[in-house]
């Protein structure tokens, strides 16, 4: 198992210094979000701050994924958007640029795959014009990924168009079944809204594992929380995880924490490694 922590919990601190405590803690590796407080993808001299991060990752010996969920960065108005769903065409098309972008930066970092998601249907737009819109905008973007070989991991996020697995199977049988499309399994997320356990939905998403983020949550209840503080089993979890043979990164995932990251890291680290599963 390769542990991870996610930078969008850590936004307090300086990127240098938030990769330096990871690797002083222990970690593998880093779930870097592309944001205005640590690597802005929007930017000047976006290539040149990506190479002086790559080097800090490799001194530290820190994998990497890259993330693409920052609040605010293409529209100070609004938290997550535009998205790949929004009715106005450059409006997607910006979505879809920061992802390619996004894929540029994995493969100056050397990363292990590209997180992304769907966004939530905007009103009054209907659910198959939407799978459209999101069908069409993901082509650059698999395109890019195709060329860069790095991995694109959708995450089925509540409340957006994908939503679940079965949400990301269908978008997968939309694009043509494509080799660089995989899956970001959010293990809450599956406590949260997924019929089967999350042991079972690690079992079921094996075959399209490229990243996976963890942290705990209650049933219908769309909150990430520090472990031991939700609902989940976590040995049978990680176990599953483990049989799988999924070598990425299992990145925890605590967006709304950092405010209290480098303690909640400390300990995030050391309740995984206390579950049985090495």
């Not at 997968?172 to 406590?191: F, S, V, Y």
Request: net charge negative; glycine share 10%; with cysteine.
């Amino acid at each position: 198992m390769r542990f991870g922590y996610g930078t969008n919990g850590l936004t307090d601190l300086r990127l240098d210094d938030a990769l330096g405590l990871l690797a002083d803690l222990g970690y593998d590796g880093v779930g870097l979000t592309l944001d205005h407080m640590h690597l802005d993808p929007m930017a000047a001299d976006l290539t040149a701050r990506t190479q002086r991060v790559a080097r800090r990752l490799a001194e530290l010996g820190l994998g990497v994924t890259v993330e693409t969920g920052a609040r605010y960065v293409l529209d100070p108005r609004r938290k997550h958007g535009p998205t790949l769903l929004d009715p106005d065409p450059e409006d997607r098309a910006a979505r879809t640029r920061l992802l390619v972008k996004a894929v540029q930066v994995a493969a100056d970092l050397g990363a292990h795959a590209v997180h992304c998601f769907s966004g939530i249907v905007p009103g009054p737009t209907d659910t198959d014009t939407a799978w459209k819109r999101l069908e069409e905008a993901m082509g650059p973007v698999l395109d890019a990924a195709e060329a860069a070989d790095i991995p694109l991991a959708v995450e089925p996020e509540p409340g957006h168009l994908v939503s679940d697995i079965a949400g990301f199977h269908r978008l997968r049988h939309l694009l043509g079944d494509p080799d660089q499309l995989g899956l970001t399994l959010d293990i809450g997320h599956c406590q949260c809204l997924e019929p089967a356990s999350p042991a079972d939905c690690v079992r079921d998403a094996a075959p399209w594992l490229r990243h996976v983020q963890i942290e705990d949550m209650r049933r219908g209840v769309h909150e990430h929380l520090p472990f031991g503080e939700g609902e989940i089993d976590f040995p049978p979890v990680l176990a599953a995880l483990a049989a799988t043979g999924y070598e990425g990164l299992t990145v925890v995932e605590l967006p709304r924490h950092s405010h209290a990251g480098p303690e909640l890291a400390r300990t995030s680290l050391g309740f995984l490694r206390a579950q049985g599963v090495s």
